[in-house]
């Protein structure tokens, strides 16, 4: 069982910019890949970034692309999500996953962190 932990979260104003960082209690084969969700009120969890333990590969939902940057430490088992310029819109609870890439992108990941509250005021 991989246990994740979120941490960084809090409440900033727009164009503020804040650090999630996930860290993980292990590495297996079914989790070759690492993924940020977010859930904002009323709407579904959507993948936000994903990243790969091996080659680094990054994935980027439209909506965050050059704003939001996701880094891996392999020695550490752990994941940053660096997020810049941030609009009130980008206000969800974040979530860390892992998983493979494909599962990440469809919505189900093998495993989910508790979940961290990320709130920009305008």
């Known amino acids: 069982q991989v246990q994740l932990v979120e941490s960084g979260g809090g409440l900033v104003q727009a164009g503020d910019s804040l650090r999630l960082s996930c860290a993980a209690s292990?590495?297996?084969?079914?989790?070759?890949?690492m993924g940020w969700f977010r859930q904002a009120p009323g709407k579904e969890r959507a993948l936000v970034a994903a990243?790969?333990?091996?080659?680094?590969?990054?994935y980027y939902a439209d909506s965050v692309e050059g704003r939001f940057t996701m880094s891996r430490d392999n020695a550490k088992n752990t994941v940053d999500l660096q997020m810049n310029s941030l609009k009130p819109e980008d206000t969800a609870v974040y979530y860390c996953?892992?998983?493979?890439?494909?599962?990440?992108?469809?919505?189900?990941?093998?495993?989910w962190g508790q979940g961290i509250q990320v709130t920009v005021s305008s």
């Open positions: 996953a892992a998983g493979d890439l494909l599962a990440l992108h469809r919505g189900a990941p093998a495993y």
């Open positions: 292990e590495r297996t084969s079914g989790t070759s890949a």
């Open positions: 990243i790969t333990w091996s080659a680094g590969y990054t």
